[in-house]
């Protein structure tokens, strides 16, 4: 199976930054070397993925599917370390669905195997003449051949893998979406279990470059300087922790979606509809444990277990997550459980993100219904509202890249570009993806965060409308939840919270943990712990200001400005008129003056140069 030979890395004298570099062109590895202080000022995670595609900010960026585009797979200090949900990690790269600055953070517990056999980090470059995989374990590196898997689906290729390789190694992989260089792909780890690193289409990056999937098989020991004083930090939050997230643990984020069809948060019909009680009744998370449900999945080192563990058509599979249930339960009014739960397992198998497909999917009901679209369009599926057997049918032809199917999945933007007129009305996305299962209608700081994430429309790259709902933290100086539909202080408020998820994704840690009692010191208190730091909270605050400022500078490259911070019309000024959003409407353009003013940043969205030299971070020409 062997077509290279090993590598065997050589131990850092550093705690953390021992990164591997593949290159699948030459099939040369090695290792890069970096100083201690990019760590404290990045982190890791995403903030290093940052540092390093900044690099080449002079020169012009490569496109995703280039040879010379990396694809960075990255743990963070805190991966897989005793600190409770902290088996995640990211995957970064340009995207080919948006163009722009691309990441995705997974969970299971690929990350922390990466750092049990030695390593913090994988930067893939160059392109395969043949499929591969690699194969990482505490003995060494090798690049193997994968054309017997290359086709195969995602939990058929974790089986054959670990097979091959060692029955407790865990594998991130891509499926025929991937292969086919869908930009809706995702990357996929944990089998049945289908954690996944879905969103900006870096799948397919992975696909462009012939590799199929990376195994890992670890047995060494993280290393942590301060390990008493960090399990003593630990031992005194985990109590009240479990309790503060045990909803969360009873019914995972499935639970989520009758309280937010209630506040008028889920999309429905498109994000044309603004109530949907019964259908919100028919697959919440109450329902789901008690017709499917056989347990929870836990990532890594977490006590909520928030992974809902199915039975379906006589085997055990990945429940369906809210933003699943909101994309093709709530847009698409499918109220057949069962079926989203197929609809799920589908995208998991062929390596599809649920929710831009499940948008799209939607979006191409409204068009049919519209008239837009006919069965002469749509190989003669009969795409109404509800029809879940022509929603399978077509998620099948989107993966597979066949028929109507090849069409969609080129993604909303290019799909409604291509169709003009109406079709633009109906495609809702932000810098080219699709928003996930939260109206920005429900949230007014919802509404300013799209418009600003670095990846295009997500509620995760801010995480602001927890403060605006039932968290908040007083060291900020937020004693209690600030009025949703308010505009004061949102700019300062989202600002704030997307520095702070960035540290999240770089260190790189559950944002769930919000929930059980995490605040930003005590984050600061476990990245001292580990890494033997003295940072104090001004210099946690600043690295993660850092590291959102450079992904913009990014997309500054990119042609990103204020031009492109803007949502869909529909999410503007289109009053959902019924539920609990009935007529809000988010003053988005105010915001944004306010949000660039906190910021630092120019009237059109970019960061001035003495906020730049204020982070120690160099302008680009534009």
């Not at 995602?154 to 891509?174: F, P």
């Not at 999917?361 to 057997?389: H, K, P």
């Not at 409308?465 to 100086?477: A, P, S």
């Not at 520095?499 to 999240?504: G, N, P």
Request: net charge neutral.
């Amino acid at each position: 199976m062997k077509d290279t030979k090993g590598y065997k890395g050589e131990k850092m004298e550093q705690l953390f930054g021992n990164i591997l570099r593949i290159d699948l062109t030459t099939r040369e590895i090695g290792k890069i070397e970096e100083k201690e202080g990019i760590f404290r000022d990045y982190i890791g995670g995403s903030g290093y993925g940052a540092y390093f595609l900044s690099q080449d900010l002079d020169n012009d960026l490569p496109d995703p599917f280039d040879a010379e585009s990396p694809l960075l797979f990255m743990t963070g200090p805190i991966t897989g370390t005793p600190v409770p949900t902290s088996g995640r990690h990211t995957v970064i790269a340009r995207s080919p669905l948006t163009g722009i600055w691309g990441e995705a953070s997974v969970g299971g517990h690929w990350g922390r195997e990466l750092r049990r056999a030695g390593y913090d980090g994988v930067v893939v470059e160059g392109k395969s003449e043949k499929p591969i995989y690699i194969w990482i374990s505490t003995e060494g590196v090798e690049i193997r051949d994968a054309a017997h898997v290359w086709g195969m689906e995602c939990e058929e290729t974790d089986c054959l893998l670990r097979k091959e390789t060692d029955r407790n190694a865990v594998v991130s992989t891509i499926g025929p979406a991937g292969e086919n260089l869908v930009p809706m792909a995702g990357i996929f780890t944990d089998g049945e279990h289908a954690r996944t690193a879905a969103r900006c289409g870096l799948g397919a990056v992975a696909g462009s470059k012939g590799l199929k999937a990376i195994v890992v098989r670890g047995t060494g020991k993280i290393p942590v300087r301060r390990q008493d004083a960090l399990q003593e930090s630990v031992k005194g939050l985990i109590k009240s922790f479990q309790e503060r997230t045990e909803g969360l643990s009873l019914f995972g984020t499935p639970g989520l979606v009758i309280p937010c069809e209630q506040i008028g948060d889920m999309p429905i019909r498109n994000w044309r509809q603004g109530s949907w009680p019964q259908g919100a009744q028919a697959i919440s998370g109450q329902r789901l444990k008690e017709t499917f449900s056989k347990g929870q999945f836990r990532c890594a080192g977490c006590p909520i277990g928030c992974g809902r563990v199915i039975e379906l058509d006589g085997m055990l599979m990945a429940g369906p997550e809210y933003e699943t249930l909101g994309t093709f339960g709530g847009s698409c009014v499918i109220d057949d459980l069962g079926a989203i739960c197929r609809l799920n397992r589908l995208c998991n198998q062929l390596g599809l993100d649920t929710i831009e497909t499940g948008t799209m999917v939607a979006f191409a009901m409204e068009l049919y219904e519209q008239g837009i679209l006919t069965r002469a369009d749509t190989d003669g599926s009969d795409l109404t509202w509800g029809n879940w057997q022509a929603a399978v049918e077509l998620v099948r032809k989107i993966g597979r890249k066949e028929g109507f199917g090849a069409f969609l999945g080129r993604g909303l933007k290019e799909t409604s570009q291509q169709l003009g007129g109406m079709a633009f009305e109906c495609a809702l996305h932000v810098k080219g993806m699709a928003p996930p299962a939260h109206d920005p209608r429900a949230f007014n700081s919802v509404a300013l965060a799209y418009a600003t994430s670095n990846r295009g429309a997500c509620h995760l790259q801010g995480f602001s409308h927890i403060f605006e709902r039932n968290v908040f933290f007083k060291e900020w100086g937020y004693d209690k939840p600030l009025d949703r539909f308010g505009v004061e202080k949102k700019g300062e408020l989202v600002a704030k919270s997307q520095d702070l998820m960035a540290l999240f994704d770089s260190l790189a840690l559950c944002k769930f943990s919000i929930f059980g009692g995490v605040t930003p010191s005590i984050l600061r208190e476990w990245l001292n712990c580990v890494t033997g730091w003295d940072m104090e909270a001004e210099e946690l605050s600043r690295s993660g200001e850092r590291i959102f400022n450079l992904k913009r500078l990014y997309n500054v490259r990119l042609g990103i400005s204020r031009k492109d911070d803007r949502l869909p019309d529909r999410l503007l000024a289109h009053r959902r008129k019924e539920g609990g959003t009935a007529q809000n409407l988010p003053p988005l353009h105010t915001m944004l003056s306010d949000y660039y003013e906190y910021r630092g940043w120019d009237e059109f969205g970019i960061p001035r140069s003495d906020k730049l030299e204020s982070l120690n971070i160099k302008p680009v020409r534009r």
